[in-house]
């Protein structure tokens, strides 16, 4: 089972800290106080046009994002284009529409106190938009995923977050479960404003 240990809401003092050290790290970072808020900010965001794609998220789909951006005609939602493709004859197209869309939105598993982000991905399909190949990332995440330092956080995937994603891996595509294949690990943005973190006061997704 996991730790619930993990799911513990962080405090306002080290929200606070943890918001001056990602933005000291290059990431812009907005607080909202529930998930409504969270919502609109994300949608605030996304301009009318914008070409997006919303990556695999609990937290998203929670928010009703996920079903929003990619059924609002005023947005251009690389999911809305996937529905179009065959996986099989389509599969080059279909990675490189997801590997660098003009924004793409989700969430991470873990934020550190001193302003690092971590993201662990069986696939790895998340992770290249998340990098480099987006020009814009949003992503939503609830504030008890916030942890001390990196250790806490590859802890916090392992005890708390891989467990929660195999069982809802098994019951979505009937697999045994998932895996921590590959981590994504920010540092820092070199880019200014690149990525948005709406950090939200209340537990939301893994």
């Not at 969430?107 to 992770?127: F, K, M, P, R, W």
């Amino acid at each position: 089972m996991e730790n619930s240990n993990w799911n513990t809401l962080a405090n306002a003092d080290t929200i606070a800290a943890t918001k001056s050290s990602l933005e000291g790290n290059g990431f812009n970072v907005v607080i909202a106080e529930n998930a409504a808020e969270a919502k609109a900010k994300a949608l605030e965001l996304l301009p009318e046009g914008a070409e997006v794609m919303t990556m695999t998220s609990i937290t998203l789909d929670t928010l009703g994002l996920s079903e929003e951006v990619n059924t609002a005609e005023k947005y251009n939602s690389i999911r809305k284009i996937f529905s179009s493709l065959d996986k099989e004859h389509d599969a080059d197209r279909m990675q490189k529409l997801g590997a660098a869309p003009q924004w793409v939105m989700g969430s991470v598993h873990a934020l550190t106190e001193d302003g690092h982000a971590v993201i662990a991905s069986l696939t790895g399909s998340q992770l290249p938009a998340y990098a480099y190949g987006s020009q814009h990332v949003v992503w939503v995440v609830g504030a008890q995923k916030i942890v001390k330092n990196l250790d806490e956080a590859m802890k916090r995937i392992y005890e708390h977050v891989l467990p929660l994603e195999s069982e809802r891996a098994h019951k979505a595509y009937g697999v045994p479960g998932s895996s921590v294949n590959k981590v994504l690990i920010m540092n820092k943005e070199a880019t200014p404003s690149r990525i948005t973190i709406i950090l939200v006061k209340e537990a939301l997704g893994f």
